[in-house]
């Protein structure tokens, strides 16, 4: 099982919207909602921020979204802050009843 | 409190076995999947496997298969990771996560994660 493909780095303006995309296959991302993303600071555990493409956790800010057309998970940070500046990890169930993570994005805020 | 709490760091000699253990506490343990992740330095996360706290099925990373074993012990609700043969790739930050209730993802409760460090 190959890791998920995300790009490397994505950086952005405070209050500009970014988007980081996560490409599978038609038999992990393509199969299945059940597409999560996860924000890790550096020395901490990750944090779920969106689970089944596009569903947020209690207490995880709205100005994170998720979304998915075929074999292609998308991020999308709207007004991007400070505070945003993070690793983000993109991980999908398979067919194989196995889980698979993305490369990772590292998130720059200028 | 809801939390899961991982055993120490570890350092082992290549070719060595290890085990990480992960205690929950306030939750029902046998109710949910507990899975683990494993982070090299540096490096991004990579799913190890995963175990059923009431049934005890497990499936594992196909790169890991024949090598990792996953337990737990519903008594004392707490399940384990043992991987054998380390080698320096092996060595990363072990994380365990707990299975989100009615969908399929790992990680609405993490632990803190076990530092492994392989030497020759």
């Known amino acids: 099982q190959s890791a998920l493909t995300q790009p490397a780095s994505v950086s952005g303006s405070p209050g500009q919207s970014i988007t980081i995309s996560c490409t599978g296959t038609s038999s992990d991302v393509g199969a299945y909602n059940y597409v999560s993303w996860y924000q890790q600071h550096p020395g901490k555990a990750p944090k779920v921020i969106i689970f089944d493409v596009s569903e947020r956790p209690s207490g995880v800010s709205n100005r994170f979204s998720g979304s998915k057309s075929g074999n292609t998970a998308s991020l999308t940070i709207s007004g991007l802050q400070a505070e945003d500046e993070s690793d983000y990890y993109c991980s999908s169930y398979t067919s194989s009843i196995t889980y698979v993570f993305g490369t990772g994005t590292k998130v720059t805020v200028l | 409190q809801v939390q899961l709490v991982q055993s120490g760091a570890e350092v082992k000699k290549s070719g060595a076995s290890v085990k990480v253990s992960c205690e929950s506490s306030g939750y029902t343990f046998s109710g949910y999947w507990v899975h683990w992740v494993r982070q090299a330095p540096g490096q991004g996360l990579e799913w190890v496997g995963c175990i059923n706290g009431d049934s005890g099925v497990r499936y594992y990373a196909q790169k890991f298969q024949g090598r990792v074993t996953i337990t737990r012990d519903t008594s004392i609700n707490t399940a384990y990771v043992e991987l054998s043969g380390l080698t320096s790739d092996d060595m990363a930050v072990y994380y365990c996560?707990?299975?989100?209730?009615?969908?399929?993802?790992?990680?609405?409760?993490w632990g803190q994660g076990t530092l492994v460090t392989v030497s020759s």
């Open positions: 996560a707990r299975e989100a209730s009615g969908s399929r993802y790992p990680g609405d409760l």
